[in-house]
């Protein structure tokens, strides 16, 4: 396999470089012809290595490209889920080349979707297509089922594999869309947090007020957007949103332990990021706080004024886009009406705020000791000659719940991405060692099954 | 007078409105020749009626258009300064005609700058142009020194005053840039207050985050931003910056009693303008808030993702852009030290600020009781019927402080706009029925000097 993917190497990534021209988008509206694109790239792609039974399946928003191979009579099925839509690109000034144009630098590419998640699942489509070459036929059965929503939390996805249990029945979910610990060292994450996500829009007034007639007189829609903003949190970092932590386990010193064997540089964090100093709930550690705490962040914010110079007004409207991360058993639909209630109960005299709510997803837990997680930790061991660990992601895959309640099988969370590679972030890349690597431990996990 | 205006009224509104169109937004630099085209549309109307000496003053920003008419021989001089620059268009959705393609619907005229300062400057042009057609000369010398970086509080326009105070010596310098109480009620303001203004910029990391890796242990751009922003004021409306009400004068009885007796229906701005409560610094009335006390306000505000949807990260970036009225003595650039002090020991762990200032303007007060100014109500009366009051003004014309400390003489504020002509905002207008008793006004004045 390893001579093999050496042969081809060249030949693949010019083909993923093909993928992530496509401007996958799917929050922007504007993008949805390319997130179709994408859908059929992929479907292409899929036919050219003798998949069957391809289906773009249209939804209400972006299309589900189905594809299976049934043909290894006797042998377990692999369902292969990941997706084909990407985060927005903007601040685009911050790219050192352009996010859809994408460039191989010192080992590795440079694009948004490089690592989450085009080149990770491409990898299963180049490494299906070897396994087809050395041995002529598929290891095991394979099915796949590929989203363009999982960046605005597959809205679509879930009544589609309700409704398609048997379709897509499978002996284990597989999902290459999280990371390494660092660049040494695999992992194959057992717990995700779950995520909320909602807007809040403030307005005080019809129109914008010449801040001289009127200033000091009248509510100003930006003051009273940032008093809650900044009454969602208290001093030491805590969120302050009552019964927000409602459902959030008491880490137990077993959890303690697991998630501080997760190793963790703070100096190079610092270092590599610009931070002067980290901030975070006291009295948790760094991989507490990131992977067994829930979360409440503002992801933008915009109001008034946005040009060069100033302009004297009072602004009549301002927003906030707010994100959670939850965990144990935080329910989203209730931690978003406390946050509904906190708003309500802490907006200044003279706002009228209005909520809007994206994304809801239920926290996850694996059980690492199940057979078919601890074979796909041997296929890493295999070749990269370390056991991986089993850290728990600070991130959200709110598909990764439904699979594994509806499907009822393991889910092996099998990443290829290193923490550094600056996902939803300007100068996105993925590292041509682990896309080559991860195919080869594609390969031997599959055969190994 | 009132005859000649109604012959020519048409064709004067035709003018304005060429005038309206030209998109002369000082502050924003992709308009830079536009206003220099607004500044030679006013030298070609000086030309036409007879102005000699007439110039276009380069300055490091926008050219000062300096014109005069010296051959009332015995008579006072009067020195007229407007402006011919405008406030950025923004936001655009919400203007009902585009603001440079002026329209005139009830009796109005819709276009950015309308009323701010164009219609109002535009007055002076066509009185000057009827006194001569009515009598072959003008009744006084007359001086014009108009300048087109009023909304960038003239940076370049007090060392011009200074450099050439010969040149610009006059009995008096008349303005109309200011408003009426209400439609029935004319005024000659008397105080303005100062302005300063700066942008804050907080940074927390060299790059956005995925706020699923590292939401809950990182610090956040913008959660450090509203930190800062809410440290402002305090619960009560007052600003919080320590030693920023140095120099703002305790209100006399007196002082109160004439701010008093300016008239303010809350009831019709708060419908208006869509206000549900009204907010100020706690123990003064609304007159008071926005006459004689100072402000700290918010003007704009952007930090993180600003697309449609969401986008689940952690900002390393956010700014805002912030600007205080000021009054009495105080100092702008004391009070711009005061709030860098205050944003150092409040900015949270982990931030960086950057501050950039743009505007600073003293606080103004002119005596009502000076001759110059008793001849302008007067002229007010005989048009209007209504002796005007003498308001202080919450807005701020830096200039008037360099006009009247440098020349030494009264400064006579002339307004004849409307409060409620959304001057710095969408739809701004301005009344013809003021456009051409405007003119009246400005002819009957004169010609009583």
């Not at 069957?52 to 191979?69: F, K, R």
């Not at 590929?146 to 939390?153: K, M, R, S, V, Y």
């Not at 290459?176 to 660049?183: H, L, P, R, W």
């Not at 060292?185 to 057992?190: E, L």
Request: some cysteine; proline content about 6%; aromatic content about 8%.
């Amino acid at each position: 396999m390893k001579d093999l993917i050496e042969v081809h190497k060249d030949q693949f990534v010019e083909e993923l470089q093909e993928f992530l021209r496509i401007q996958s988008i799917s929050a922007l509206s504007e993008h949805k012809e390319d997130v179709k694109t994408a859908a059929r790239f992929l479907a292409d792609a899929f036919e050219r290595i003798g998949m069957e039974h391809i289906e773009l399946v249209e939804t209400e928003g972006h299309p589900i490209v189905y594809a299976d191979w049934l043909h290894a009579e006797g042998k377990p099925t692999v369902l292969i889920y990941g997706h084909y839509d990407v985060q927005p690109a903007d601040p685009l000034n911050l790219w050192e080349t352009p996010p859809f144009d994408p460039v191989v630098r010192d080992g590795k590419i440079y694009a948004r979707g490089a690592t989450d998640d085009k080149g990770q699942l491409f990898m299963y489509v180049k490494a299906l297509q070897l396994l087809k070459e050395k041995n002529g036929e598929l290891p095991v059965n394979i099915k796949f089922c590929i989203e363009g929503e999982e960046e605005l939390a597959s809205p679509h996805l879930p009544p589609f594999i309700e409704e398609n249990q048997e379709k897509l029945a499978a002996d284990a979910v597989l999902i290459s869309d999280t990371s390494f610990i660092d660049v040494n060292q695999p992992a194959i994450c057992t717990s995700l947090r779950g995520a909320l996500a909602l807007e809040l829009k403030v307005k005080t007034a019809n129109t914008d007020l010449h801040s001289g007639s009127y200033g000091g007189g009248v509510p100003n829609a930006i003051h009273s957007l940032t008093k809650i903003v900044d009454s969602f949190h208290d001093r030491n970092g805590r969120i302050a949103v009552e019964n927000f932590y409602e459902g959030v386990p008491e880490p137990t010193n077993e959890l303690k332990r697991e998630v501080a064997a997760i190793p963790f540089n703070e100096a190079q964090t610092k270092d590599q990021f610009g931070i002067q100093a980290l901030f975070g709930e006291e009295g948790f550690t760094f991989q507490e706080q990131t992977g067994i705490r829930p979360t409440l962040e503002i992801n933008g914010i915009t109001g008034g004024f946005q040009g060069e110079g100033i302009k004297t007004i009072i602004p009549s409207e301002a927003s906030a886009k707010i994100s959670c991360r939850l965990v144990g058993d935080q329910n989203p639909q209730e931690v978003y009406e406390r946050i509904e209630e906190h708003i309500q109960s802490h907006k200044p005299s003279g706002a009228t705020v209005e909520l809007h709510q994206f994304i809801k997803a239920k926290p996850v837990s694996l059980d690492s000791q199940t057979m078919m997680i601890q074979k796909a930790a041997d296929a890493y061991e295999a070749v990269y000659g370390v056991r991986p660990l089993f850290p728990k992601e600070g991130g959200s895959i709110p598909i990764v719940e439904v699979f594994s309640r509806v499907l009822n099988v393991p889910v092996v969370l099998m990443g290829f991405g290193l923490p550094s590679e600056n996902l939803h972030a300007p100068n996105e890349h993925f590292h041509l060692n682990n896309f080559t690597r991860g195919m080869e431990t594609i390969g031997h996990y599959l055969e190994s099954l």
